[in-house]
Nanobody, 117 residues
Framework: QVQLVETGGGLVQPGGSLRLSCAAS????????MAWYRQAPGKERQLVAR?????TTNFADSVKGRFTISRRQNTMDLQMNSLKPEDTAVYYC?????????????WGQGTQVTVSS
């Protein structure tokens, strides 16, 4: 089992910055991929950014050039700059962890990000 705990959400004005962090509980499993998803009211959950254990990153087109993702072992950060009202959503940490035979996906409980003046 892996528990994911997100921190860093809150209220910020348009153009501002926030940093989200996700910490995975200690585990003997190998965490291959970590990612951030977000879900706005009335919309489907969508991928924001992801990072592999090797450091390869991918971003949604809507956040490219504004968001960066980083990882130190099983802790992942999302630096969000130039925030827009449309970035308002609940942000979820996601991870895929594996042992020799199985892989399983895990989700955090989510943290609210509100961009508003």
């Amino acid at each position: 089992q892996v528990q994911l705990v997100e921190t860093g959400g809150g209220l910020v004005q348009p153009g501002g910055s926030l940093r989200l962090s996700c910490a995975a509980s200690e585990t003997t499993l190998r965490i291959n991929i970590m990612a951030w998803y977000r879900q706005a009211p009335g919309k489907e959950r969508q991928l924001v950014a992801r990072i592999t254990s090797g450091g390869t990153t991918n971003f949604a087109d809507s956040v490219k050039g504004r968001f960066t993702i980083s990882r130190r072992q099983n802790t992942m950060d999302l630096q969000m700059n130039s925030l827009k009202p449309e970035d308002t959503a609940v942000y979820y940490c996601f991870a895929i962890a594996s042992d020799t035979y199985h892989s399983r996906a895990y989700w955090g409980q989510g943290t609210q990000v509100t961009v508003s003046s």
